[in-house]
């Protein structure tokens, strides 16, 4: 059955617009009219017609840091509960990070991971490890992970801390044109520590992450890329892409701007929670264990400099770094939390809220952050809404005022720092694979 969206506000900044419009879908799934324009498209029989009334219609939105836990932590979220948790949140699509049990360092894991995400409701890209069973020694088979359809390597959750290991991975992956994602944290500085090293570390008195830790590793990644671009000692034909992960200083975002004026093929992104959230808000919470996570929540200096490189376009894209915890390893003392919160189902509204209705950022803006830029980074094909083309679309309500409620969460875990949060702008709905989901609630 087609599908009309009708009277929507549209806008897909690869395509310039920003502009009242309506779409039919096609029961291919295939954009068969766009009008733009005022005047409504005449319903056909038997035709579904959702009523936007002047609500959003963007691109697909694209998250391109998850952990769906699955193979091997089932408990905590399977690749079924994080898609539909991607669909509630409004995401088309996500890109999945390795650190599963076991670690995903070969094609088989790969194939393991686009088996089952043939039935699901959204595309789940796979980031294979940048080194087996992400231990930071042997790098994995970039070469032939690329003829599986993979364009990037990470060990998230950790980095390679050995500069050697580092250079040939560098080198290396030129060979693939492979993007490498650093989680950037020197090690040396940052074990047995729990959250962000200051004041209220010490009045809580759990050991400290000095926030240097991340800067340290990522002025080293940037030192040798700039060394192996100076001399040449890439591959020939493709220079080295980097992209550093959820950056949470404002150091870290300082040598992010300065490598990107020098011509450095570098780019990177940053989470809701920390341009939303400080180390005071953990200091104050109740449930402690919802407020861990790797990088730690920081100092309001830190998170205004996440907000002012969301405005001046230091950061490339918004991306959750959803990671499932079940009760257990939340509920608990602080130290003894897992690292990680659950992100898919709030991006939007806190984007939303924090950024556009403040006036960090347009929504055109939040839409390349979250759909345009993360796609590009990862080297997948552009959205695009004109007709003949696959329809991948967000719907978004951005008035709806609602409250993050734990019994409406679609993921299987529930460990996030927002519940009970007041948000302003929601997702309606998805339409990708010629399939329309809802969002719950909407
Ligand atoms: O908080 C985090 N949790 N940071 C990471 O880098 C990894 C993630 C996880 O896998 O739980
Ligand atoms: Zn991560």
């Given at each position: 059955m087609s599908i009309v969206f009708q009277q929507a506000h549209i806008i897909s900044p690869p395509d310039g617009l920003d502009t009242k419009g309506s779409i039919r879908v096609s029961d291919n799934g295939i954009i068969e009219t766009l009008s733009i324009g005022d005047t409504p498209l005449e319903p056909r029989r038997g035709e579904k017609v959702v009523a936007m009334e002047g609500k959003l219609l963007s691109p697909g939105l694209f998250d391109m840091h998850c952990h769906f836990r699955e193979p091997g932590q089932e408990?905590?979220?399977?690749l079924e509960s994080g898609a539909a948790a991607a669909a509630a949140g409004g995401f088309t699509g996500v890109a999945l990070m390795p650190n599963t049990t076991p670690v995903i360092d070969s094609p088989q894991g790969v194939t393991f991971i686009r088996y089952h995400a043939a039935s699901l409701p959204v595309d789940l890209e796979v980031i294979a490890a940048m080194t087996e069973g992400s231990r930071g020694e042997k790098l994995t088979a970039f070469g032939s992970l690329k003829t599986y359809g993979v364009t990037a390597v990470s060990d998230d959750g950790t980095a390679i801390q050995a500069s050697q290991s580092m250079r040939l991975a560098f080198e290396y992956a030129s060979n693939f044109d492979m993007l490498i994602i650093q989680h950037c944290e020197d090690r040396s500085l940052t074990t047995?520590?729990?959250?962000?090293?200051?004041m209220w570390s010490s009045k809580l008195g759990l050991k400290g992450i000095p926030d240097i830790s991340e800067a340290m590793m990522l002025a080293r990644d940037l030192m040798l890329l700039r060394w192996l671009e100076e001399h040449k000692l890439h591959a020939p034909l493709s220079r080295p892409r980097y992209h550093a992960a959820h950056l949470s200083t404002a150091a870290s975002l300082q040598l992010i701007r300065e490598a990107k004026r020098e011509g450095l093929q570098v780019s990177c992104e940053v989470t809701p929670h920390h341009f939303t959230l400080t180390d005071q808000d953990l200091y104050q919470a109740e449930k402690k264990g919802n407020f861990i996570m790797k990088p730690p929540l920081t100092s309001p200096k830190n998170r205004d400099a996440v907000l002012e490189a969301l405005a001046d376009g230091t950061a490339d894209a918004i991306a959750t770094d959803h990671a499932p915890h079940a009760l257990h390893e939340k509920e608990c003392p602080p130290g003894e939390a897992s690292f990680g919160i659950i992100g898919l189902e709030t991006s939007l509204g806190l984007t939303m809220t924090e950024l556009v209705m403040k006036g960090v950022i347009t929504m055109q803006r939040a839409v390349e952050l979250l759909s345009v830029n993360p796609r590009k980074i990862l080297q997948l094909p552009p959205i695009r809404i004109r007709e003949g083309e696959k329809a991948n679309l967000t719907l978004i309500d951005p008035e709806a005022v609602w409250r993050v409620d734990a019994g409406h969460i679609r993921s299987k875990s529930s460990n996030t720092p927002f519940i009970g949060r007041q948000l302003t702008g929601r997702p309606l709905g998805i339409y990708h694979k010629g399939i329309f989901t809802e969002a719950p609630g909407a």
């Open positions: 408990y905590k979220e399977t047995g520590g729990v959250m962000n090293e200051g």
